[in-house]
Each structure stands twice: as C-alpha cells, then as structure tokens.
C-alpha cells in the first residue's frame, strides 16, 4: 500500500501565494513522476504540473512562469508554490504519483485525497 498525503491548502487572496506539499510512504521501490492535478467545481480534473525523477517539468498553460513544482527524491516529496494566485486557481488540489512497489516490484499509481485552495478577489 501507498499512501499519499497533500498539505498546504488554504484561504488566499488574488495575488498572493500559497505552498502545497506531498508525502509518499509506504511500500516504495521508486517513484517515477510525481504532480499535480486540480478540480473545480463542475469541471474535470486537469493537470497542473508534473516532474519526472530526474527533473523534467511539465506544466499547464494557465500556470506557466507562477507556478513552479519541486521535489525531493530522498523524502519521496513533491512541492508546487503558487504565487500570482487568480481566482480561477481555486479547486481541489490533488497529489499523484507513480512507480514500482518495492514489495514485488510492480508499478502503481497512486493518489491522494486532495487539499482545498480558494482565491478570493
């Protein structure tokens, strides 16, 4: 079993930022890439950015040059800091991660139970 923790969530107003963070525990052989994916209310769940385990960054359209997603391999975390916050932004911000399962070595992909961000403007 994987389990996959989102932290950092919050109120913020137009403009400013906020900090989510992700844990990955459990059976972990390795873990390959890691990102982010929101959902607002009535819509699909989208990806927001993702980085591979050497450090490849992908991201949206919408959150290129404010967002930026980070990582560390050694405590099996994965950051995004978001500044210039809109009120689009505003959604359920899930963590999703996926690799081998140190158990029987078997890949898996695995997500958390996300973490509310609301802008106001």
């Known amino acids: 079993q994987v389990q996959v923790v989102e932290s950092g969530g919050g109120l913020v107003q137009a403009g400013g930022s906020l900090r989510l963070s992700c844990v990955a525990s459990?059976?972990?052989?390795?873990?390959?890439?890691m990102g982010w994916h929101h959902q607002a209310p009535g819509k699909q769940r989208e990806l927001v950015a993702t980085?591979?385990?050497?450090?490849?960054?992908n991201y949206a359209d919408s959150v290129k040059g404010r967002f930026t997603i980070s990582r560390d391999n050694a405590k099996n975390t994965v950051n995004l800091q978001m500044n210039s916050l809109e009120s689009e932004d505003t959604a359920v911000y899930f963590c999703?991660?996926?690799?081998?399962?140190?158990?029987?070595?078997?890949?898996?992909?695995?997500w958390g139970q996300g973490t509310q961000v609301t802008v106001s403007s």
């Open positions: 980085i591979t385990s050497g450090g490849i960054t």
């Open positions: 999703n991660v996926n690799g081998q399962r140190n158990s029987d070595r078997r890949f898996f992909a695995s």
């Open positions: 459990g059976n972990i052989f390795n873990l390959n890439t």
